[in-house]
């Protein structure tokens, strides 16, 4: 599956974004999703990640008061709403597909995902 990831931006801090991350097969609908981020000179790192229902998640445990992860499969599309956004969060942000929903291990693991979309630019000033 192809993956489109969208949305990113330029953004004061405190302010918000939400990223989408598009596929135009029907199939995305069945997949897992994650979503990582990476900043110059740093490793790929966890953001969130969704079961196909979008009735699991999980989350980077620094993240996730301030970050949401949901989908919409009628619309093909997952989505990362990021808000109270701080300059520490300024990376590429990448969404990436699995088949099957695991354990957080799994989930949390950029090597476990065989499908990536290109990523999207978030950058946040003070």
């Known amino acids: 599956v192809q993956l489109q990831a969208y949305g990113g931006g330029l953004v004061q801090a405190g302010g918000f974004l939400r990223l989408s991350c598009a596929a135009s097969?029907?199939?995305?609908?069945?997949?897992?999703v994650g979503w990582f981020r990476q900043a110059p000179g740093k490793d790929r790192e966890f953001v969130a990640a969704i079961n196909w229902s979008g009735s699991s998640t999980y989350y980077a445990d620094s993240l996730k008061v301030r970050f949401t992860i949901s989908r919409n499969n009628a619309k093909n599309t997952v989505y990362l709403q990021m808000n109270t956004l701080k300059p520490e969060d300024t990376a590429l942000y990448y969404c990436?597909?699995?088949?099957?929903?695991?354990?957080?291990?799994?989930?949390?693991?950029?090597?476990?995902?065989?499908?990536w979309g290109q990523g999207t630019q978030v950058t946040v000033s003070s």
């Open positions: 990436a597909a699995r088949d099957v929903f695991q354990h957080m291990g799994i989930m949390g693991n950029h090597g476990s995902y065989s499908n």
């Open positions: 097969d029907r199939t995305f609908s069945s997949y897992a």
